[in-house]
């Protein structure tokens, strides 16, 4: 297995919009989704994959994520792009695909929200909110 490596989100953005076949999963979960919001990615006439890597409330990692990803028409020549909250759940899930046999994984290492920034808030310092990319509340 190959390493999972990290890109910045405006690199998978960059990618995204170049690559017809690049594909974003967002790994977070319903919750997340819901209340915090979700990547746009209707500018580039795509739209982002959600599959939670842990499931909520329990956070038991999800057992099936590799067959939803199937599901989901991502197949092993796909570019795929893990999207979490920080980059932490992201590179568990790009490992995880990369294992069953989706070897083309990239990490978005700040995640949607990034770090906590001094007040104790996410969203300012990095990742794909800070970067200005486009989202939605769902």
């Not at 989100?9 to 170049?18: G, I, N, P, R």
């Not at 739209?47 to 197949?75: C, D, S």
Request: charged share 20%.
């Amino acid at each position: 297995m190959t390493r999972v490596p990290d890109v910045a989100a405006q690199e998978a953005w960059d990618a995204l919009k170049d690559d017809p076949a690049a594909v974003l999963v967002d790994v977070r979960t319903d919750a997340e989704w819901n209340f915090v919001g979700v990547p746009d990615l209707s500018p580039v006439g795509k739209q982002a994959v959600l599959i939670p890597w842990q499931m909520y409330p329990t956070m038991q990692v999800n057992t099936h994520f590799a067959e939803h990803l199937r599901k989901a028409g991502v197949t092993a020549e796909s570019k795929v792009y893990y999207l979490c909250r920080s980059g932490a759940r992201s590179l568990a899930a790009g490992q995880a695909a990369q294992a069953a046999g989706f070897p083309h994984a990239f990490n978005i290492a700040d995640g949607f929200e990034g770090p906590v920034d001094g007040a104790g808030h996410r969203g300012a310092v990095a990742g794909w909110k800070a970067a200005g990319l486009p989202w939605i509340q769902r």
